[in-house]
């Protein structure tokens, strides 16, 4: 017990008085099931109540970090492994990665980590939402999505309105923006 919370930065009598089953103020709270769980990789239902299968959930690599700016080569020098992968969550090849700037804000902020679902090739089902997307020069970056009516390529908008519109790119790639990951 004691290496587990010296491991994860827990009080150690509290830990020990959750394991054992026996804290008398407040037992075992929601919060602390929930950080237990993700620590142990496991779902927090089994670990209140019992009622599911223990085994490792999914997890969703932390891919980088994408400029929510106009120049964004990020992707390629971004250290792996310097986040753990995000364990909880269930949607099938999404990626997460960090943002990095200030173009999408107020929606999006520096710093945040968002998650994507999905690649796909063909943009046209994602227009007028939010993607992270691979343009052809090979920055990866997060934007509003429109298709150019006169070139047949793609728009990108942020939403913040200092910055201008990225115009008739060509794509390799978009993901649909799927959620915010909060710590």
Not at 127 to 149: A, F, M, P, Q
Request: hydrophobic content about 40%; proline content about 5%.
């Amino acid at each position: 017990m004691r290496s587990a919370a010296n491991a994860y930065g827990w009080n150690e009598n509290t830990y020990k008085s959750h394991e054992q089953g026996i804290r008398r103020n407040d037992g075992l709270v929601v919060e602390d099931a929930k950080k237990y769980a993700r620590a142990f990789k496991v779902p927090v239902d089994w670990l209140l109540l019992g009622t599911t299968k223990m085994a490792a959930l999914p997890s969703v690599p932390i891919i980088g970090k994408a400029a929510a700016g106009i120049n964004g080569f990020a992707v390629d020098d971004y250290e792996p492994n310097t986040h753990p992968a995000l364990d909880l969550y269930q949607f099938e090849d999404a990626v997460a990665v960090q943002v990095d700037g200030d173009s999408m804000q107020p929606r999006f902020n520096h710093g945040e980590l968002l998650m994507f679902g999905r690649a796909t090739q063909d943009p046209i089902q994602h227009v007028g939402h939010e993607v992270l997307t691979e343009v052809s020069d090979g920055r990866l970056l997060i934007k509003l999505l429109y298709h150019n009516k006169y070139t047949g390529n793609w728009d990108l908008i942020s939403h913040n309105s200092r910055y201008e519109p990225i115009t008739d790119k060509q794509l390799l790639w978009t993901r649909p923006f799927i959620g915010l990951l909060v710590a």
